[in-house]
């Protein structure tokens, strides 16, 4: 059986190669592709910057791209063949959770891959239902959450944002800020239990944040943005350590900045961010999902959540385009259009 997978050839050009698929081996499931989430941790490979691969020593690094390659790590498929011992799945099961190059028709994976099947049923098309993105959310909530995470503000409104938000408001918290400069974000965030907004473009956003939390800043900030200017942001409404930065102060305990994003582009490391870590002394976490104890029972439990309405994933997708205009969806990670929040691919 041959499969059409989606290759780079050259910093930003696909090329649609059909290619034969191994033989079925006893412990393999045949999956045709019916979905793949757009997501901007793809977009240093796509433009030739930098790829993830497995060094001679085994371990996963960060190096230079070889072309051809592939991209796509969000896939939501459907098992259409099974070999001779697999009891995980059946003929018919939609499955989610990590398949990494999944831009093509179908792919050959072990049964004891990365996937789960969904429950039978579900409330919503499947295919709008993500588990990668919402295994994110779901560690970002356990990060969060360990301590108490008092005030807490979420710097970036997009699709990842407001689903930390929604999934904050789920677990009881009422003190959640949203931070964007695009004010209809806010008001979505608003709408997904943000309790309060800042747009740093209208206002000095220490002094507001200052005022808002009546001198303490936020106790736990997420950087949610993918850029060095978000992380700055964070850095200057996160807690002092000491009251006021002064070392002579009251010690009230680090803040803590939480941070998920791949930093896509090339960014200058400003000053200001420099300082604002020096002088409020926060503890800065990456919770990537790579930082999971157990990265596939939170994908899971973003489904169960997704179905549960807390976390909506399938509100948050914008845009959609077919698995022949690949490189449409990609334009829009690259230079987002008006109104795009999170884009999906759609085969068949």
Same mark, same amino acid.
């Given at each position: 059986?041959?499969?059409?997978?989606? *290759?780079?050839? &050259?910093?930003? %050009?696909?090329?649609?190669?059909?290619?034969?698929?191994?033989?079925?081996?006893?412990?393999?499931?045949?999956?045709?592709?019916?979905?793949?989430?757009?997501?901007?941790?793809?977009?240093?490979?796509?433009?030739?910057?930098?790829?993830?691969?497995?060094?001679?020593?085994?371990? !996963?690094?960060?190096? /230079?791209?070889?072309?051809?390659?592939?991209?796509?790590?969000?896939?939501?498929?459907?098992?259409?063949?099974?070999?001779?011992?697999?009891?995980?799945? &059946?003929?018919?099961?939609?499955?989610?959770?990590?398949?990494?190059?999944?831009? !093509? %028709?179908?792919?050959?994976?072990?049964?004891?891959?990365?996937?789960?099947?969904? /429950?039978? *049923?579900?409330?919503?098309?499947?295919?709008? +239902?993500?588990?990668?993105?919402?295994?994110?959310?779901?560690?970002?909530?356990?990060?969060? #959450?360990?301590?108490?995470?008092? *005030?807490?503000?979420?710097?970036? +409104?997009?699709?990842?944002?407001?689903?930390?938000?929604?999934?904050?408001?789920?677990?009881?918290?009422?003190?959640?800020?949203?931070?964007?400069?695009?004010?209809?974000?806010?008001?979505?965030?608003?709408?997904?239990?943000?309790?309060?907004?800042?747009?740093?473009?209208?206002?000095?956003?220490?002094?507001?944040?200052?005022?808002? #939390?009546?001198?303490?800043?936020?106790?736990?900030?997420?950087?949610? %943005?993918?850029?060095?200017?978000?992380?700055?942001?964070?850095?200057?409404?996160?807690?002092?350590?000491?009251?006021?930065?002064?070392?002579?102060?009251?010690?009230?305990?680090?803040?803590?900045?939480? #941070?998920?994003?791949?930093?896509?582009?090339?960014?200058?490391?400003?000053?200001?961010?420099?300082?604002?870590?020096?002088?409020? #002394?926060?503890?800065?976490?990456?919770?990537?999902?790579?930082?999971?104890?157990?990265?596939?029972?939170?994908?899971?439990?973003?489904?169960?959540?997704?179905?549960?309405?807390?976390?909506?994933?399938?509100?948050?997708?914008?845009?959609?385009?077919?698995?022949?205009?690949?490189? %449409?969806?990609?334009?829009?990670?690259?230079?987002?259009?008006?109104?795009?929040? *999170?884009?999906?691919?759609?085969?068949?």
């Amino acid at each position: 059986m041959k499969t059409l997978a989606a *290759k780079i050839v &050259a910093p930003r %050009t696909f090329d649609f190669v059909e290619e034969e698929l191994p033989a079925l081996g006893a412990n393999d499931v045949l999956v045709r592709m019916d979905a793949v989430g757009l997501c901007h941790s793809d977009l240093p490979r796509y433009t030739g910057r930098a790829t993830i691969a497995v060094s001679s020593r085994g371990y !996963r690094e960060s190096i /230079p791209v070889t072309f051809p390659c592939m991209v796509g790590h969000e896939p939501v498929g459907t098992v259409v063949d099974i070999g001779s011992a697999v009891t995980r799945f &059946a003929v018919g099961d939609h499955v989610t959770g990590h398949m990494p190059t999944c831009f !093509r %028709t179908h792919l050959v994976i072990r049964e004891d891959a990365m996937i789960f099947k969904y /429950p039978e *049923k579900m409330p919503m098309d499947y295919r709008y +239902c993500v588990a990668e993105p919402l295994g994110c959310i779901v560690n970002i909530l356990n990060m969060a #959450t360990q301590q108490s995470p008092g *005030k807490t503000a979420v710097v970036g +409104c997009g699709h990842l944002g407001l689903l930390v938000i929604s999934g904050l408001r789920s677990l009881g918290l009422k003190d959640i800020t949203a931070v964007d400069l695009n004010d209809e974000r806010l008001a979505f965030a608003r709408n997904f239990g943000a309790t309060s907004t800042i747009n740093p473009g209208k206002c000095d956003v220490r002094t507001t944040a200052f005022d808002m #939390t009546e001198g303490h800043f936020f106790d736990t900030v997420m950087e949610i %943005t993918g850029s060095i200017r978000g992380l700055e942001t964070a850095c200057r409404i996160v807690k002092f350590a000491h009251e006021n930065g002064m070392q002579n102060g009251k010690y009230i305990g680090r803040g803590r900045v939480l #941070t998920s994003s791949v930093f896509s582009g090339e960014e200058t490391f400003p000053f200001g961010l420099a300082h604002d870590l020096m002088l409020r #002394t926060p503890d800065v976490m990456n919770v990537h999902p790579s930082s999971a104890e157990d990265v596939l029972a939170n994908d899971i439990r973003g489904v169960d959540m997704c179905i549960a309405g807390a976390l909506p994933i399938d509100k948050m997708i914008t845009h959609t385009c077919r698995f022949e205009d690949l490189a %449409t969806g990609f334009g829009w990670l690259e230079h987002a259009p008006e109104g795009y929040n *999170k884009g999906l691919v759609l085969f068949g």
